[in-house]
């Protein structure tokens, strides 16, 4: 057996919970270096997690929007590869909604200055002026983060209502961290050079993401992309359990070996074993799971952990062409929608009858209040009322439409998240060695999908490699360790230790 054989005996099959953009990357590169995996995917239907594609009678539509776009070329070159044919290049739009009229984003000085009027736009340059002058030293929440950059004027007028929907909190109680990670690079001063000197479309270069002009996006939604890296990691010889809710994660630290208990639909209990773990579920459910036990300080750090949950009412209608935005951030607390977005506008694909048009009326609430608990028939109603209200379609022109709700699609980022999940995050790494957390919820960052494949790209490397090179948990908080770097410039010029004897065992399945 050559060392390459050796070093993937070492590994051991490769358990991987969640099949969203995190973990189907992860797999799809294992199974590339032919280390067997096991994908355990909750939703009977669909992968791709919160970057499916849902379908209803032939129209598509994203479960919040997704944009390909990464200042990462191996995650661009990743998107290519698995999708060399199906990708447009769509110019990209979005405005903000506020005081009935709709104003560009980022913010173009001479249209807010006109829609604005003088007083106002003099009272937000001043603002800004005087939050140069006089910052917040170490924004600890949001309001002060984003007054720093943009002034306090601005910041009531195009971030806190929007804001507070999301996150059904005020602004001063969440961390700024969220704000440095979604708005990462941008102030007023960049939006302005912006507006005045434009980068040329699709240029990926140094650009602020929320300042790009055009991006990729998959011709039949983002959910095609995630089901070409399910078929090809399953044409590698890899297993996708669909339908599969994870019980009980039992780890041997003797054998080094795991031990994880699912079941289907059916209630049908299926036990799978394996070398490494890779998950991208919940810290919150993947705390209870774990035998032996974590402690209980580490249980109720996990328990204390929140998320935001979303649902989208998915309004078909006829298209009268009310505005191209691929979406609109909805700044009018008149309203419960957040956000409007605009299929067509993301890939004409997705609509299958070119009279007409699909929004998708984007609501945030948290699993089991009223908004969540609204039957279909009453959310549909709302968002009916809610597009006549705003001035985007007038009741008789819909004329069908459907709900999806979606749990734990959104992080919080409290006060005291960051404690919480360092809490978690250092037993796990020190009891559970070899259990690696990647994504979204994986890790309680609330990050793009980029990021999320970037968590997975460097933890399948930590896998091959035997040891931990890359500190996973920089992606998204340091820019500069994967945005302006491959993640190859990143190794240490040290000898990698492996993880120690793991038992390598078959993949096998347990019925």
């Not at 394996?274 to 209870?288: D, E, K, N």
């Not at 649902?311 to 935005?325: C, E, G, H, R, Y």
């Not at 945030?364 to 109603?381: K, N, T």
Request: aromatic share 10%; hydrophobic share 40%.
């Amino acid at each position: 057996m050559d060392e390459q054989e050796v070093g993937k005996a070492a590994v051991g099959p490769v358990v991987i919970i969640g099949a969203g953009p995190a973990g189907l990357t992860a797999a799809y590169l294992l199974s590339k270096q032919g280390i067997p995996v096991t994908v355990i995917e909750a939703d009977s239907q669909y992968v791709g997690g919160i970057s499916r594609t849902v379908k209803y009678k032939d129209f598509l539509f994203d479960i919040g929007g997704h944009r390909f776009f990464s200042k990462s070329q191996e995650v661009e070159d990743l998107w290519s590869e698995l999708l060399p044919d199906d990708m447009l290049e769509r110019p990209r739009s979005s405005r903000i909604f506020y005081n009935k009229q709709l104003f560009s984003y980022p913010l173009k000085p001479l249209e807010a200055l006109r829609k604005l009027g003088l007083i106002e736009s003099l009272r937000c340059v001043l603002s800004y002026g005087q939050s140069r002058l006089f910052p917040v030293h170490s924004p600890a929440n949001f309001e002060d983060w984003v007054s720093n950059q943009f002034g306090r004027r601005l910041f009531g007028i195009f971030f806190k209502t929007y804001t507070e929907k999301v996150w059904g909190m005020d602004c001063k109680e969440i961390s700024a961290d969220w704000a440095a990670q979604r708005i990462q690079g941008l102030s007023l001063g960049k939006a302005i050079s912006h507006a005045l000197f434009p980068r040329k479309a699709g240029g990926r270069g140094e650009v602020v993401k929320t300042l790009i002009n055009s991006f990729r996006y998959p011709r039949k939604g983002p959910g095609m992309m995630w089901e070409a890296a399910a078929r090809k990691t399953q044409e590698m010889g890899g297993t996708i359990l669909m339908g599969h809710t994870v019980n009980a994660l039992s780890y041997d630290a003797e054998q080094r070996h795991w031990t994880i208990n699912c079941r289907d639909k059916s209630g049908t209990l299926s036990t799978v074993e394996a070398g490494q773990v890779i998950s991208s579920t919940p810290l919150r459910l993947l705390a209870g799971w774990l035998s032996p036990g974590v402690s209980e300080e580490t249980l109720q750090a996990a328990q204390a952990l929140h998320y935001r949950d979303f649902l989208v009412v998915a309004v078909i209608l006829k298209d009268k062409k009310q505005f191209s935005d691929n979406w609109i951030y909805i700044h009018d607390p008149s309203v419960k929608v957040g956000r409007i977005q605009n299929f067509k506008s993301w890939s004409p694909e997705m609509i299958p009858d070119s009279t007409k048009v699909c929004y998708g009326m984007e609501y945030f609430c948290f699993e089991g209040d009223g908004l969540w608990s609204s039957s279909d028939a009453d959310l549909l109603s709302l968002a009916k009322s809610e597009l006549s209200q705003l001035g985007f379609a007038a009741p008789e022109d819909i004329s069908d439409g459907c709900v999806v709700r979606q749990p734990k699609a959104y992080p919080i980022y409290d006060a005291d998240y960051a404690a919480h999940v360092d809490t978690v995050r250092l037993e796990l790494e020190k009891s559970f060695p070899p259990l690696h957390l990647i994504g979204r919820n994986g890790m309680h960052k609330y990050n793009n999908q980029d990021h999320a494949m970037m968590t997975a790209m460097l933890t399948v490397k930590n896998i091959v490699a035997g040891s931990r090179i890359f500190n996973v948990w920089n992606v998204n908080q340091d820019a500069e360790y994967h945005e302006t770097q491959t993640a190859s410039e990143l190794i240490p010029q040290t000898e990698p230790k492996l993880f120690g004897s793991v038992r390598a065992v078959p993949t096998r399945v347990k019925t």
